[in-house]
């Protein structure tokens, strides 16, 4: 056992504190060179992860940076930075701490870089950056660890790809270097340990006690839950009341826009007055940080929030989480609710609330899951090769690189071990020319090689592009939002342009929990006043829409079949008694296909439980078929569970609609055109350099000068359809959004055991999907007749027809 | 007349879906804002490597406008190439496609603010041209009058989507830019709603004519 040094065993023992037994094992565990820690909120982990370095400083002092520490938020870093401070300096260690982000003025970060602190706290973005500068190696000369903290979150995406091609950059670096990773729990800790692991440095996992059982339950209202809809505004009284018997209180939503409504509805009905305040990601950081500020202090009751207070930072008092609207996925409602007490070895107290009928069920076999501990999770495939062309480009920043050396690197890093030589050669000549199949760019590559081997930025200016442009994080088309003043009101916080674009003056919507009315837009501001005399519309946000996991989907079919409905609410097992008398209640093995006609249209209801975006997709494609089939589709809605389409005609044979391969041309076909592809093109195209967001002379008014990705995408698709970008966008868009996987499963699952059923009305099922909203009209001839429809309107409407033009 | 004809100045005037503009009395075709090379132009500038795939498209949907119409003469209304290097650097084979579109009818560049020189291609070449009751330039004049102009690649939102749009009020025709890599300003822009009348309208381009009066 590895003792600590007396200084900090005396400080433990001043505090009254001893030393949690994980912790005794990641000291334990000082050299090996990979490990991952495993524990609950509240249970010492960043210490567990900072132990090691504090006895080695304490041991031996240190020249030059010792540590890098890693968070997924700025905020954290600077939450550690402090929290770290306190102890070193009652021990009296002679450490210098420092932190680096995007918020860091440039002149201390270029101290940084000269004169590194021996601790530096840090995100994925800004390592990135660090390891762009040719002195590269004089600052991590002599890093001896490095300490990813909520590395379960970062490896779910991009980040925490560019994080480990970093890391493996280090390691080429500091061969000596030991890497700790902080984990909530997950489904999988193998599978983490594998992502951060490197060829030659297999990972070591130490699991902590992972504390008492959560006190889980649906919250009980008078009210059922609505049929439809994510809002959940008939809990607002019992959750009001929850509050009240409660310190401090979380209601978490699954997104920005229903955290908005929530507040809203909230604050209204807020007699008392209780302090309570909002927090997502699209609020102005001022305002954050006001709410984070009061939320330490204490001051406030509750917070209504997003996955934005999924992670980090110590949050005081937490006595009670609430989720609001069914969980979509166990193991971050798990994480979720892990934020309630933060003390270690006391049961976290959370509540679910249903945001509709549907999710009653998905919120019963949630509390199932969670108290069998059976967590959901996919597994990750390969690292994304946008991420690796990125990185290609930040090695071409940082000087002449060996293509040999560079590969090797790579596949020392856990996501791209498998990556192949050709894979690797295809992104270079990408970064290189575009690698397009007609040659061009000879005189202008952007890398070349010179004649010693090595390659290298044609343009040296061309390294401040790609550093302004790195990073993986998407930003949608943002404006922000001010209150209109003389000079430069208050800011407020974003809304996509998408939706700017459909506010006229006078206009009202919600955002940071305030109605404001859109006075209109100057330059690439949306300014607004307090003038709110008309129903909100709502902010659309671009955060996330998750879509339920194949687990939990089993789960809810699983309690289907069950036919016990007594651990469910009364009203619920009703309903459910309604749907198998007048229909049928969909079971696992096999798909219910429910046709009916109402309001004069025919409707099919296709219950495939594979997810929303894949009942999204499945919607996309089956009205592309009946398109086909002369069914003259309209539009159609698509929620976790089901898909309902709404047309001209009844469809009598659903057999040949369902056809996987015929599905799948339809994909390809319908590849071409769809939004959802020309999105995931343009992320991908970002991440690997093609468009670049940030230029070094943005002008303010050169709207005409961009052009959108939209027509790269065309422009690729019609004169190099394999080209590596279209690969990588197919690819992400199928696992994705997309989500064709699932719905090759499914098909997969029930084989050719399809029940159509025929009803004179429509189903208890179904009526809930006609509440829903986000419908997606079919574009077709039907699209432009309206079109030219509201253009003819427009043109009576303003007398503007009667002239002769 | 049909949906797509118009009338300035007393000529009638074709938008063709394409966003070219047809004059049937005079035979002739117009296209602005070809912005050729302009992959070539940010490349040699240190940007990325763009699909060098533009120049063969915008030359591709001109060659079929030009066989629908078998026009005799076409204008070119400025900012044909992106910027004058780009029109030296053009590759052999758009070289040869331009010449065999030029060969047998009148072909006139008009100078644009990116292609401001004369251009060692084939055809005319002048600042503006005026034409029986028109007249052709790259920027539109406040006071100009039966004026044919592009340089501001207006685009149009009707209903959910947004499309480049040919603008027209009684004095003058805004043409939608007809190269491949070209963005739009939309008509609601202060700049396009301070320089067209009370009475402007806008026509969509693509496979129906939508008219509509031009949002403000």
Known sequence: ?805 | MNDRDLSLNGAVLTALPSGALWWQAQNLLCVSDLHLGKAERHARRGGSPLPPYEIRDTLDRLRSDLDETRAQTVICLGDSFDDLQAAQALPEDARQTILALQSGRRWIWIEGNHDPGPLDIGGEHCWELPLGPLVFRHIAEPDGMGEISGHYHPKVALGSQSRPAFLLDSRRLILPAYGTYTGGLRSTNKVLSGLMGPDAVAILTGKRPHRLPMPR
């Open chain 1, 1 to 805: 056992m590895t003792r600590l040094p007396p200084q900090i065993s005396d400080w433990f023992a001043s505090k009254g504190w001893t030393i949690h037994p994980h912790q005794q094992d990641m000291l334990d565990r000082a050299s090996d060179p990979a490990t991952l820690l495993i524990a609950p909120t509240g249970g010492g982990k960043t210490m567990s992860g900072f132990l090691p370095t504090l006895a080695d400083l304490c041991a031996d002092p240190h020249e030059g940076l010792h540590t890098l520490y890693i968070s997924p938020l700025k905020a954290l870093a600077a939450d550690i930075k402090r929290n770290l401070r306190t102890p070193v300096d009652e021990i009296g260690l002679p450490i210098r701490i420092d932190d680096r982000t995007g918020d860091t003025p440039a002149s201390r970060k270029k101290r940084q870089r000269a004169d590194p602190p021996h601790i530096l706290l840090t995100t994925p973005e800004s390592l990135a950056l660090l390891t762009s500068y040719d002195d590269a190696h004089r600052t991590f000369a002599g890093l001896k660890r490095v300490v990813i903290d909520e590395i379960h979150a970062l490896a779910e995406s991009k980040r925490g790809d560019q994080l480990m091609l970093a890391l493996a950059r280090l390691q080429a670096l500091c061969p000596d270097l030991r890497r700790v990773g902080l984990s909530a729990t997950v489904d999988d800790p193998q599978a983490i340990a594998r992502y951060m692991s490197t060829a030659h440095t297999p990972c070591a996992l130490v699991q902590a006690d992972p504390g008492p059982p959560p006190d889980i339950r649906m919250l009980e209202t008078d009210d059922p839950p609505p049929w439809a809809g994510g809002g959940a505004a008939y809990s607002i009284p019992a959750v009001l009341e929850q509050i009240k018997a409660h310190k401090t209180t979380l209601i978490f939503h699954n997104t920005r826009a229903q955290a908005e409504i929530f507040f809203h509805n909230l604050w209204l009905a807020n007699e008392d007055a209780l302090p309570i305040g909002i927090h997502h990601g699209s609020l102005d950081r001022v305002q954050r940080e006001r709410v984070e500020a009061a939320m330490v202090r204490g001051d406030l009751r509750a917070i209504v929030c997003t996955g934005s207070l999924d992670l980090g930072i110590d949050w005081g008092d937490v006595d009670l989480v609430i989720q609001i609207g069914a969980p979509k996925n166990v193991k971050r409602l798990v994480q979720r609710i892990g934020r309630a007490n933060h003390r270690y070895n006391a049961p976290s107290k959370a509540l679910l609330v249903p945001a509709n009928r549907f999710e009653v069920l998905e919120c019963r076999a949630a509390l199932d899951a969670v108290r069998a501990g059976d967590l959901d999770g996919d597994p990750r495939g390969a690292g994304p090769r946008d991420v690796l062309c990125q990185h290609i480009l930040i090695a071409a920043c940082s000087g002449p690189f060996e293509a040999d050396a560079l590969y090797q690197q790579m596949i020392n890093a856990g996501p791209y071990a498998d990556l192949d030589r050709q894979e690797f050669e295809d992104c270079l000549e990408f970064c290189a020319t575009g690698g397009y199949a007609l040659r061009a760019y000879d005189q202008w590559q952007r890398l070349q090689q010179r004649p010693d081997g090595l390659w290298q930025l044609r343009d040296p200016r061309a390294a401040q592009r790609i550093r302004m442009n790195l990073g993986t994080i998407q930003d949608r088309d943002l404006l922000k939002v001010r209150m209109k003043h003389s000079r430069g009101g208050k800011p407020l916080g974003e809304v996509e342009e998408a939706f700017a674009a459909t506010l006229t003056p006078g206009d009202t919507f919600l955002i940071g929990g305030r109605v404001v009315r859109y006075e209109g837009l100057r330059e690439m501001t949306v300014e607004v006043s307090r003038r709110a005399d008309k129903k909100p519309k709502i902010a659309v946000f671009s955060g996330t829409k998750f879509a339920t996991s194949t687990k939990l989907c089993d789960r809810i079919l699983h309690l289907l079949r069950q036919g016990d409905w007594s651990a469910l609410p009364g009203h619920t097992g009703d309903w459910l008694d309604l749907q198998s008398r007048m229909s049928k209640l969909p079971e696992r093995d096999r798909l219910l296909i429910e046709t009916f006609p109402h309001h004069a249209r025919e409707h099919v209801c296709v219950y495939g439980f594979a997810g929303r975006n894949a009942q999204q997709t499945l919607g996309l494609l089956l009205t592309k078929r009946m398109e086909e089939e002369g069914l003259r589709p309209l539009g159609f809605v698509a929620t976790d569970y089901a898909t309902l389409i709404w047309g001209l005609d009844r469809l009598t044979d659903p057999a040949p609609l369902f056809n996987v391969d015929a599905l799948k041309d339809g994909l390809e076909g319908w590849l071409a055109g769809n939004a959802v592809m020309k999105r995931t093109f343009r992320d991908c195209a970002t991440i690997a350099g093609l468009i670049e967001r940030n230029l070094p002379s943005a002008r303010k008014s050169g709207r005409q000068a961009t052009f959108s990705s939209d027509i790269l995408y065309d422009t690729l698709r019609k004169y190099d359809p394999e080209h590596l970008l279209l690969q990588i966008t197919r690819a992400q868009a199928l696992g994705g959004l997309v989500d064709f996987g699932r719905i090759e499963d499914m098909l997969h699952r029930i084989e050719d055991r399809i029940d159509l059923l025929r009803l004179d009305r429509i189903s208890p099922f179904a009526a809930p999907l006609l509440l829903e909203v986000g419908k997606v009209p079919i574009k077709g001839e039907g699209a432009e007749d309206l079109m030219a429809r509201e253009a003819l309107a427009l043109m009576q409407a303003s007398g503007l027809q009667n002239l002769a033009t």
